[in-house]
């Protein structure tokens, strides 16, 4: 009796979880001109949305900021992933310390906190000053996720290619980065999402000339729901969730083979 | 353990980048705390407590009692409603990873635009739920807070629920307990490490909540995450700005210190 009950409120948190994205999505495809007022099934607003310049100049901006961002954070996440495991307690304890401060604190805080720093200093507000604050804590991102891979990768080949002659950087290039490679994908997808979908960073160190796509919804729901943003929300929803799901199978895939190597007898591999 | 030999200076990249871009910003805004507002926007750096002192006043007092309640709603709902999930999957779900990445994937998906999905649904014409008149009320960003952070509460509870050895249960429930006491006694216990993960995953970021209470709320009901945007956004006093960031920052290190401390202690008492 009680695992029924358990499993029916199991299925009613995720109905909760996901009808409102369902909505979402239903009502992008409503042709109305008011966003619940249903006038029959209709693609149109998807159409109007990419022909509006104030929607896909803020896309433009978004991808550039989540592109440059994924690939700083991925160089800068993995070089420190490398190097963690390696360094002394007394260097390494701080420094974790200091990838996970990055994550937990409040957004809004350092948003602002970065909005009077890039003020001080004299940096322009605009594209720029957005993608150093994402690489902020998108590299911590990257490098948990790396971590956890290098951690679990032993140093046997390593040892066995610099006994064999080669120096750290082509060990690295034939050795390390193959067996990283996953790991390092999915660490920069999801940077990449986190850097599209972020709005409080954004809002405080755009500055004004420049809008992001979550900065052009926000500023629009103002003026309440719209059949554009609706349309605009599910491209999002689409961008992020293909990205989340390539991620997620990357590192399974890893991860099972990383399980059947150590099985077949090859501990760390 | 350890991972391939590469030298440490391969942390120095990243390093400088949390230093010149974290750390550095977030000691300009610990200094700008003390220092005061000339004039429209002119910041005149002579160290005084005038911003905290201000911040003593009644009215910045209640922003902060009703942001406290605002957390420790939103992770008391969290964990009430998200519990018997995390049980769920860790003890009887059958397709756990598909389920498991169900939850992920709200978790990973726009902040904005799973509340701008609640405005729709609290729009007056929105069949059934618009009839209750919600947009615009706290319950609106009661309801918003619990969706957009339950992930976070689910995620660890069901990290320490699936390492839970289930047998325990089982044989407590043998030899006599009521279900009951056998969850109060040993899957309760167990669980405390992830009740404690969650309720810090959801509890902190709620001290900082923004968007819920100006989408749903329509910046009616001020919290301290909307004080602080106010600061940078209307009034432009950056200095006082920075003070309430300062003091938010205080009081969770407080909170998180408190609550580890005591949930340690349950534990050990559990165990």
Redesign the interface.
Known sequence: M??QL??G??AL??A???A??L??VI?AFNGGR????WEGFSTKWFGEALADPTITEPLKNSLMIGVGNALVAC???T??A??????RPW?RVP?DG??Y??L???????G??????FV?VGIPLGLTTIL??H??FN?SVV?LIVRAR??????S???AS?DLGAG?LS??RQ??LPRLAPAILAGGL?AF?FS??D??TSF?VSGAGTTTL?LR??SS?RF??SPI??AT?VM??VL??AA?VIA?LVL?RTAAQAGRRSAAGLPGV | MGGPRYPGWLALPALAWYLTFFVGPLSIMAVFSFSKREGFSDIVYDFNLQNYEDLADALYVNVFTRTLGLAAFGTVATLIVGFPLAYYLARWAKHKTLLLLLVVVPFWTSILIRTYAWLIIFDPDFPVIGGLDLLYTTKAIYVGVVYTYLPLMILPLYAALERLDWSLVEAAEDLGDSPLRAFRRITLPLAAPGIVAGSLLVFIPLMGEYLNPVILGGDKTIFVGNLIGQQFLLSRDWPFGSAIAMVLIALMTVVVFFYSRAANRQEAYGG
């Open positions: 009680g695992r358990v499993r409120w199991a948190v995720y909760f979880l996901y409102p994205i909505v979402v009502y008011q966003v619940l007022n160089l800068l996440g070089a420190l490398l190097a963690l495991p390696r360094l260097m420094v200091l990838v401060m990055t937990v604190t409040p957004e809004i805080v350092f602002i906190s970065a909005l009077i720093f001080q150093i604050a690489v902020v590299a490098a290098v951690v679990g990768m032993g140093e080949l390593e040892e610099y750290p060990t690295f050795v390390t999801l999402t599209f979908d709005f409080i405080f979550p919804i926000f729901l309440g729901i943003v609706n929300a999002i929803l992020t969730l989340i997620y399974r």
